[in-house]
């Protein structure tokens, strides 16, 4: 069945940057756009930005926009988010979601910025 | 594009129906004629999962008691009988753009 994996949570100092990985199977991984979200604990779902893994490219909300990047391995049918100069109030759970109707999700990665 | 919930939340008698409406701030009709409207439901502790795609398409395993209905800017996710497992928030979302928005959503919970 169609499944997307990603990476444990992870602990961060502020400044610091964080990588979320998202692995694919299932399904062909270059078919289909890789969405990524943001719920902050107690908050609604808020996308951040996709990239489409057959070339590459990527689309950014303009709120992450220079403080996040997409990527993606084809080779590992993987794709990546890394969050940049990291916040107290980018203490959040990040998704990952495949194609315009955002099926199936990421089981989600808890990322806490803390001193 | 911004997308606008009301309720913010519900409280359900079991069996009773429930509504929640979705509005957003421009038409989400595409040129190729689909409207990319979806519902997702988060349950506690759960990641989002699909329950209607353009509109009113029940997605693979989704109960007939949900319906999806609306067009243009106005749309509206139905439930007839609610059951103790429809708890958690209710979020609709377009797709029609590039850059997808997703409405505040709606807490749904049983009385």
């Known amino acids: 069945q169609v499944q997307l994996v990603q990476s444990g949570a992870e602990v961060k100092k502020p400044g610091a940057s964080v990588k979320v990985s998202c692995k694919a199977s299932g399904y062909t991984f270059t078919d289909a756009y890789i969405h990524w979200v943001r719920q902050a604990p107690g908050h609604g779902l808020e996308w951040m930005g996709c990239i489409n893994p057959h070339n590459g490219d990527t689309y950014y909300s303009e709120t992450f926009q220079g403080r996040v990047t997409l990527t993606r391995d084809t080779s590992i049918s993987t794709a990546y988010m890394e969050l940049s100069s990291l916040r107290s109030d980018d203490t959040a759970l990040y998704y990952c979601?495949?194609?315009?109707?955002?099926?199936?999700w990421g089981q989600g990665t808890l990322v806490t910025v803390s001193s | 594009i911004v997308m606008t919930q009301t309720p913010l939340s519900l409280s359900v008698t079991p069996g009773q129906g429930a509504s929640i409406s979705c509005k957003s701030s421009q038409s989400l009709l595409h040129t190729d004629g689909k409207t990319y409207l979806y519902w997702f439901l988060q349950k506690p502790g759960q990641s989002p999962q699909l329950l209607i795609s353009?509109?009113?398409k029940r997605f693979s395993g989704v109960p007939d008691r949900f319906s999806g209905s609306g067009s243009g800017t106005d749309f509206t996710l139905k439930i007839s009988r609610v059951e103790a497992e429809d708890v958690g928030v209710y979020y609709c979302m377009q797709s029609m753009r590039v850059l997808p928005a997703f409405g505040g959503g709606t807490k749904v919970e049983i009385k």
């Open positions: 353009e509109v009113s």
């Open positions: 979601a495949r194609a315009r109707s955002f099926d199936p």
